[in-house]
């Protein structure tokens, strides 16, 4: 199943000028990757306990699970479209809420999310502060 999504305005702006193949492999993880709550054996997930925001490197188990083989066997080579990977983004995410499940049409129990940011690897540390801060 995929999980439906809201994008805020923040996460929209993040996404500016990035490329469609960053674009396409960052919302395949929203649908398909984002476990609430997050899986602690998982080391490219967290969060806290709710109300929170969650986070996910953007990258799907199945395609860590891939890499981390041909990492071990020296047969990786890494994708050449541009320096953008999408594992080098943070994705923040939160639950939707019943107001904002309403607006935009989506059903409570698929558990959508809003995603509220996608951050890469320069931004990290600043922004998830900031965020922390604010709850």
Excluded at 69 to 80: D, H, K, M
Excluded at 107 to 131: M, T, Y
């Amino acid at each position: 199943m995929q999980r439906p999504y809201l994008l805020s305005i923040n996460a929209c702006e993040d996404l500016y000028g990035c490329g469609r193949v960053l674009v396409e492999s960052l919302f395949d993880v929203i649908q398909h990757g984002l476990t609430i709550p997050p899986d602690p054996e998982d080391e490219d997930e967290g969060g806290k306990p709710p109300p929170c925001y969650y986070w996910r490197r953007g990258l799907l188990k199945e395609h860590r699970a891939k890499l981390t083989e041909a990492l071990r066997f020296g047969q990786y080579e890494e994708p050449s479209y541009g320096d953008e990977q999408a594992w080098n983004y943070v994705i923040v995410f939160r639950k939707a809420t019943a107001a904002e499940c309403i607006t935009g049409r989506m059903r409570l129990k698929d558990e959508p999310v809003v995603v509220e940011r996608f951050l890469d690897g320069a931004r990290i540390g600043s922004e998830v502060l900031s965020l922390v801060l604010r709850q």
